[in-house]
């Protein structure tokens, strides 16, 4: 069992910081214990990568594997060099059109990382994030900042710090309040660390923008189990993000898909189920018609016009119909544009791949 901590909540605005709580932050970080803090992305459970042991109560608290390796947070492009080595290129081009974002390069680690943070792997994965906290709390502690996202061990990434607190909460000392999160999906992570650029994770950097400068980048979407160990898989467990409730996908036109649903959602109805439909919102009105008073819960993410809008609402939807005690979650899928491609991969892993596609094949 992790230590015991009361965990306080310190409220902070990213636009006028209090030197006083970030330098209270930074000094937890310092003497090895955890800090969780938010990111552009989600937020981050943070501890010193350079400290074994603070790199242990990270795996600790969030009851994680230790063959899933972390990130390694900086708060300036030229600390880089401090945690990884043989730089390519390409890195210094991506550093410059991405950084600080949701960017994370795979290069070989320097051996001053703690090797625990790549779970035994030569390699280590590093980004700057784009939120003045986390670069404040990095800058403040002196330090890289280790940070896996702050949630227990397979479920849905925090975009609030309620959602830490909720997984959390006794688990770590301090959670650095900045508001929901405003991407709310991981960092896009690109390996680089072999003869060929590979996106092993898509995420806040879209892949359209990420070809414009490795053309050659290879895709490589892989579900793993854990059994499958480190070198395999790191960060491609087929089961994460999962909700309580079973979960389907359903995947196909809007016409199709909303028929689909409705009929599922009738169909377990009457089976005695209750049942969460996972939509946007321009599904609404149509489901409803389809549905009349039948009493199901939907949760509208974003519009399908605006993907940015449900990468930053699903994982506060999904936690939000798990507390409503559904039994089962019915999710539409969505087109693998900009952001879409990392919220179907997050909705694939949510269903622990089953994925229903309806219509015509
Ligand atoms: O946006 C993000 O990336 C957030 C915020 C907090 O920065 N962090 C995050 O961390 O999503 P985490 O631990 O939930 O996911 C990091 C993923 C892991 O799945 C891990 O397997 C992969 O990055 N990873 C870390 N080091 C790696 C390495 N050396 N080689 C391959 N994959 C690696
Ligand atoms: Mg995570």
Do not use: C
């Amino acid at each position: 069992m992790p230590e015991f901590f009361t965990t306080r909540i310190v409220h902070l605005d990213p636009q006028a910081l209090s030197p006083e709580a970030v330098n209270d932050a930074a000094t937890l970080i310092r003497e090895g214990q955890l800090v969780a803090f938010p990111t552009e992305t989600v937020y981050g459970l943070g501890g010193n990568a350079l400290d074994e042991k603070a790199v242990s109560k990270i795996f600790a608290a969030k009851g994680r594997p230790a063959t899933d390796p972390l990130i390694v947070h900086i708060e300036s492009w030229d600390r880089l060099t401090e945690v990884a080595l043989e730089i390519p290129r390409i890195a210094d081009d991506l550093v410059e059109k991405f950084w600080p974002g949701p960017l994370t390069m795979v290069l070989p680690r320097q051996s001053r990382v703690a090797p625990g943070v790549s779970a035994g792997l030569p390699t280590v994965a590093v980004r700057m994030p784009a939120h003045p906290i986390a670069l404040a709390l990095i800058k403040a502690a002196g330090v890289p900042i280790a940070a896996p996202s702050a949630n227990r061990f397979a479920h849905s990434s925090p975009t609030t710090a309620q959602h830490v607190l909720d997984d959390l909460s006794g688990r770590i000392p301090l959670i650095l309040d900045g508001g929901p999160t405003q991407i709310g999906l991981e960092s896009t992570i690109v390996d680089l660390s072999g003869p060929r650029p590979r996106l092993l994770r898509p995420g806040g950097v879209p892949l359209e923008a990420l070809v414009q400068l490795i053309p050659d980048l290879e895709v490589v979407t892989r579900y793993a189990k854990v059994e499958d160990g480190p070198v395999i898989a790191p960060g491609m467990l087929l089961k994460h993000y999962a909700p309580r409730a079973e979960f389907n996908l359903f995947e196909g036109n809007d016409d199709d898909v909303r028929a689909a649903l409705a009929e599922e959602a009738l169909r377990l109805r009457a089976e005695g189920k209750r049942v969460g439909l996972l939509i946007a919102e321009e599904d609404r009105v149509p489901l409803r018609a389809k549905l009349g008073d039948a009493p199901i819960t939907m949760i509208a993410v974003g519009s399908l016009a605006d993907l940015d809008s449900v990468a930053h609402g699903l994982f506060a939807a999904l936690r939000a119909l798990d507390d409503s005690d559904v039994d089962v979650i019915l999710s539409r899928g969505y087109p693998p544009l900009g952001l879409g491609l990392a919220i179907g991969d997050r909705l694939v892993r949510a269903a622990e791949g089953r994925v229903n596609h309806v219509g015509r094949t």
